[in-house]
């Protein structure tokens, strides 16, 4: 909305709206509302009932820290993100052996040169490197499938450092017979901090498949580890042939020969096959420091494993404890079903990979986010697939849940700030932040709650499935406290939209806060997923009487996270409306009980140089040179 707008109560829009002249300014409001929301056919009468709306609610009356400007048109006709990773064209899935080295950060991943989709699986290993995480240049494949144990597939893998420092690849080979079988590899100058070539020795696989594994269900190498005993360990996703999930540990004294133990890491006969396992250790309650995989955190540590599920598509993780003699790990108040763990995220991303960064003391989670619209559309344009933001990962205070926030250096990309402080929201408010641009922006946003009075109550069956409640009690419908949050990818009607929101429900005495994203207003087309995302956010909002929310808009990219990083939704979004005007950014409450804005701060963000073609970095000869290209 604009600053002076609580000012111009006698505004001629108001004589526009003779339909809603005579109502108080809070139904006025959500008259407004429900029609810009209803997605009628009504443009005109809609946009004069939310102007109506801005100029007549109290909530208008905001404190702006900055003068607006115009957002700029430029860029219109694509989705392709601003400061997400994806390689230049063509396809990529899954984050592969993400390290840091010798000052550089690389990036590896799952990678189609040829085309923009997956197609019969015979991929390569993309390869990327950056000073800062987010400004990247491309280098030459560093895998491509060319071996008798590979010619069908470098899948994917993990890197890790052995004793002397040297990196080392273990990944997934789909050999000559569509075996899926384990292979290492090694730098071919390991005094280059670019990596620029790899060797794959004779010797692969250095894993065979098993006897009692499904030929196309063994796969997914992690991050190798070392144990107190001296040898390495590494898990590997399997499906067995009996139907069960299983995640095996091998043991290894070089790296070549490797020895399968006898219990599984993980074993489900109830999730399916899982895939792209991660364990790592993590610090104290608190702690935002990360921990490399080491003997001397000691038996007591807490450990993570995450699993993805193939049938959800989906990534959990548990809390527990690793036994490094018997190469087990037994969660913490969970059972074994991992589908009943918590998520990393709950909107559209897969096959999560996370690294420690020695250059910063934190563990760095990378996902991928592929492609909602169809596969003849990614491939007019040339691209499918992108990475979330790296995000610093770390134990909560309470030691119950990990917290997942953006990498600091995105804070970089920050350009023009509108800020506010103390606003109030009240029943139908919706308010226009203006000031920045719609579809490149960083929104942080802290929403008090004065009365839980109205709250809803929830029956417990709801409770088991956050992601329906979203498409039963989505942003159209009033409720007690909430829904109130963002609206962002907004067409000016509103026809437009990508609804991110909380809504407090009372559940046995206790209050649950819902979050959600909604995207089935977030385009007119017909022809592409628009699911409602959700999950609950453990806060103990009686107590606080306040949640935060972050989301990061990039394009067709929205990434939310709710309650300081404790539950995280990205949804991929195309409308239609970027192809002939700007998109614009609202907040909203659309419950019965006000609602207060404390803060928010929002940022235009610069594109950040993300393997750009023929941007001259790749030839930089050393991490310092590189640095300062960028």
Not at 291 to 316: C, F, H, I, R
Not at 497 to 525: A, I, Q
Request: proline share 6%.
């Amino acid at each position: 909305m604009h600053p002076e707008a609580g000012e111009q109560s006698n505004h001629p829009a108001v004589c526009l709206s003779i339909c809603l002249s005579s109502l108080p300014p809070a139904l006025c409001c959500q008259v407004g509302w429900l029609v810009a929301m209803a997605g009628l056919r009504l443009a005109a009468c809609a946009a004069v009932a939310v102007h109506l709306c801005l100029l007549l609610s109290p909530s208008a009356a905001l404190r702006w820290l900055s003068d607006p400007k115009p957002e700029s048109a430029a860029g219109h006709g694509s989705y392709r993100t601003a400061y997400h990773f994806q390689p230049t064209e063509n396809w990529q899935n899954d984050p592969n052996g993400p390290m840091y080295y010798k000052g550089v950060y690389h990036f590896f991943y799952q990678h189609n040169p040829y085309r923009a989709t997956w197609g019969n699986g015979n991929l390569s290993w993309g390869h990327s490197v950056s000073v800062d995480l987010i400004n990247w240049s491309a280098l030459e494949n560093a895998m491509d499938p060319d071996s008798s144990f590979d010619i069908n597939g470098c899948w994917s893998g993990s890197a890790t450092f052995l004793a002397d420092g040297t990196p080392v690849f273990l990944y997934t080979g789909i050999d000559t017979d569509n075996n899926q079988v384990q292979n290492v590899a090694f730098p071919k100058n390991a005094s280059d901090p670019l990596l620029r070539e790899w060797v794959k020795p004779s010797y692969n696989p250095v894993i065979a498949l098993p006897d009692d594994v499904v030929h196309d269900n063994f796969r997914d190498p992690s991050t190798a580890w070392l144990g107190r005993d001296g040898l390495w360990r590494v898990a590997v996703s399997a499906g067995l042939k009996d139907g069960t999930g299983s995640t095996l540990v091998y043991r290894s004294k070089d790296f070549r020969q490797w020895e399968r133990n006898a219990e599984p890491l993980y074993s489900s006969d109830n999730s399916g096959m899982v895939e792209c396992p991660d364990l790592f250790p993590v610090a104290g309650p608190g702690d935002q420091n990360g921990l490399d995989y080491a003997p001397s955190n000691g038996a007591e540590a807490s450990y993570v494993l995450k699993q993805s599920v193939m049938v959800t598509l989906s990534d959990y993780y548990v809390l527990g404890r690793y036994d490094d003699a018997a190469d087990t790990f037994s969660p913490v108040e969970a059972d074994n079903d991992c589908r009943t763990w918590h998520r990393f995220d709950y909107g559209h991303v897969y096959a999560s990979k996370s690294f420690y960064d020695a250059g910063k003391n934190r563990r760095v989670l990378w996902s991928w986010a592929n492609e909602s619209d169809p596969e003849a559309d990614y491939l007019a344009r040339g691209w499918a697939g992108v990475q979330t933001v790296p995000r610093r990962i770390w134990l909560s205070n309470d030691g119950k849940q990990l917290l997942q926030w953006p990498i600091e250096e995105i804070e970089t990309l920050r350009k023009t700030r509108v800020g506010l402080l103390g606003a109030e929201m009240n029943a139908g408010g919706m308010n226009e932040i203006i000031g920045v641009a719609g579809r490149q922006v960083d929104v942080e946003v802290v929403f008090e709650v004065p009365s839980l009075e109205g709250a809803e109550n929830l029956d417990p069956n709801q409770l088991l499935d956050p992601q329906r409640l979203c498409g039963e009690k989505g942003a159209s419908v009033l409720g007690g406290v909430g829904p109130f949050g963002l609206l962002v990818l907004a067409s000016g009607d509103l026809q437009e939209h990508t609804s991110v929101f909380f809504r407090v429900f009372r559940h046995e005495g206790k209050y649950e806060v819902l979050m959600c994203t909604d995207l089935r207003r977030s385009t007119t087309r017909a022809d592409v997923y628009k699911p409602p995302y959700g999950g609950f956010v453990d806060i103990d909002i009686e107590k606080e009487r306040s949640i935060s929310l972050r989301t990061l808009v990039d394009h067709s990219v929205v990434e939310s996270y709710g309650g300081g990083g404790r539950t995280v939704i990205t949804a991929r979004a195309y409308p239609e409306h970027v192809a002939t005007a700007n998109s614009r950014l609202f907040m909203f409450n659309n419950g019965t009980g006000a609602v207060k804005v404390s803060k928010l701060d929002a940022w235009d963000l610069a594109p950040a140089k993300v393997n750009l073609p023929g941007d001259g970095l790749i030839t930089a000869a050393s991490s310092t040179n590189l640095r300062q290209a960028y």
